[in-house]
């Protein structure tokens, strides 16, 4: 029982940094979708309540109208993004607080306006639970029209009736709170189950690289910007030497090792602009904006230094492993990303046939100026 509400209240807590903001950020970007039709949705509720404004009170009816009409309006600035340039956040804040406004004051006016139009302050906690998934925004939100109706009402209602409609409206406030925490469980389990397919469709289950298809996409974009603004850009392939003797001497489960130790190691030595991809079984590739021919030189025997230090264990003991890398450097000659990597491919060959655990760099297009 313990460790069920454990997890279900884990639900509800914020996710970590950049997931948080991001979720929040799909949320608002929702919100400020339908607000053009749930905001006037909303007015058009708000202004259908003086049917029973005139049913209670028909002398004040028609003030209390035009007070709801006022609010309705005014509200109306926040309905589309071009009328008030705020957060979402903040538009719905606005329309809450002169849509319920206007209820809670046309109710004021109105004879036993108090005590019979609660249901309508009532409706209007619960639009506060769709447009935030924070309690301290649904709190921000709700706190002026709150004070307002409290000031009022005491203003207008008997001690007991007072009472009465304070319980009543924390009941309702509560409810409403609980269903939108409910609306955020949800929204937290979809962002999360989206964010996991994605990582899956992105990512090689083994290594946590990226894939052949998305590393594809990302070096496709980066050749495209260095052609366009005339930056430089290289790509190491990586090999592991004699990989199938390792899984024949020691076994696929230590070779899939030697695999995520290769990649672990990448990773660590790449920066943050750098993009690393597994290609095939024992084939990697480091995509590496902003490099020059020297500086992807350098940093293909930085790595192939890391990796040849590494010790993996295994039933026959520790043992070590080498790569060859190919490197290849955008050039004029370079159609597209295809062109690239068959140079840093046929690089890679020129390493292997040179006796292994080398760097070996791609031959210049014709034409094409001497490195630096």
């Not at 004021?108 to 309508?120: E, F, N, R, S, T």
């Not at 409609?165 to 409810?175: A, I, T």
């Not at 292997?352 to 094409?368: D, F, I, M, S, T």
Request: aromatic fraction near 8%.
């Amino acid at each position: 029982m313990d460790v069920q509400m454990s997890y279900d209240l884990d639900k509800l807590r914020a996710l970590p940094g950049a997931d948080e903001q991001e979720l929040m950020a799909q949320h608002y970007s929702d919100v400020q979708h339908l607000l053009p039709l749930l905001g006037p949705l909303f007015g058009a509720s708000v202004l259908l309540f003086n049917l029973w404004d005139i049913w209670i009170d028909p002398a004040n009816a028609r003030l209390a109208l035009a007070l709801r009409v006022g609010g309705v309006l005014l509200g109306a600035l926040a309905y589309w993004p071009s009328a008030l340039r705020w957060s979402p956040a903040q538009r719905c804040g606005f329309i809450y607080a002169t849509h319920a406004g206007a209820v809670v004051l046309s109710e004021y006016l109105l004879k036993d306006g108090m005590l019979y139009g609660l249901a309508g302050v009532v409706a209007c906690v619960f639009t506060v639970s769709v447009v935030t998934l924070r309690l301290r925004t649904f709190v921000r939100i709700l706190a002026l029209p709150t004070l307002l109706f409290v000031v009022l009402a005491a203003l207008r209602l008997s001690p007991l009736g007072l009472v009465n409609h304070l319980m009543l409206y924390v009941f309702s406030v509560f409810m409403a709170a609980m269903l939108m925490l409910t609306v955020r469980s949800f929204q937290r389990r979809a962002f999360l189950s989206e964010k996991a397919l994605l990582h899956i469709s992105r990512h090689d289950s083994l290594t946590g690289a990226y894939n052949r298809g998305y590393l594809t996409e990302l070096a496709e974009r980066e050749v495209a910007v260095a052609k366009r603004h005339g930056r430089p850009l290289a790509v190491a392939m990586i090999d592991i030497d004699h990989f199938k003797a390792v899984n024949d001497t020691h076994g696929h489960k230590t070779g899939d090792e030697v695999i995520q130790k290769l990649s672990q190691t990448c990773v660590s030595q790449l920066r943050v602009i750098d993009h690393f991809g597994r290609i095939g079984g024992e084939e990697f590739v480091c995509v590496l904006p902003e490099t020059s021919p020297a500086e992807a030189l350098n940093c293909a025997e930085r790595l192939r230094l890391a990796l040849a230090a590494l010790r993996v264990d295994s039933a026959r003991g520790p043992f070590g492993f080498t790569v060859s890398i190919g490197v290849a450097v955008l050039e004029a000659g370079h159609t597209d990303w295809s062109a690239l990597l068959r140079d840093a491919d046929a690089a890679l060959y020129r390493a292997k046939n040179g006796g292994r655990n080398r760097v070996e760099l791609a031959a210049p297009q014709p034409g094409a100026p001497a490195p630096p």
